[in-house]
């Protein structure tokens, strides 16, 4: 960690150890200094939330589905179904 204040937290990078700062850093914004009014606030807050699903959809839910090797999804074996155990090390009269 950086720095001793927990609200504050980020941890040590190797970018810190080559340019002395994180390589993507946020700006800070200092949002009192803009007067915005409840209409143009609501459509902005509107545009972060579109944008937030949309990432979180394309980003994290592709990860989330599963791709099976065949074309369709063999059963996993159940406790007293028959099954064939090979071992790869073993020589084929074995």
């Given amino acids: 960690m950086l720095n001793n204040d927990p609200e504050e937290a980020s941890p040590l990078t190797p970018s810190h150890v080559l340019i002395g700062e994180p390589l993507v850093t946020v700006p800070e ?10 209409l143009k606030r609501w459509q902005y ?6 944008n937030f699903w949309r990432r979180w959809s394309n980003e994290y839910l592709t990860h989330l589905v599963q791709r099976y090797k065949w074309a369709h999804k063999v059963p ?18 074995k």
Avoid: F, H, R
């Fill in 45 to 50: 807050n509107q545009a972060m939330l579109q």
């Fill in 76 to 93: 996993e074996p159940k406790i007293g179904d028959l099954v064939l155990v090979k071992e790869n090390d073993l020589p084929p009269t």
């Fill in 29 to 38: 914004i200092n949002y009192t200094e803009y007067k915005m009014g409840s």
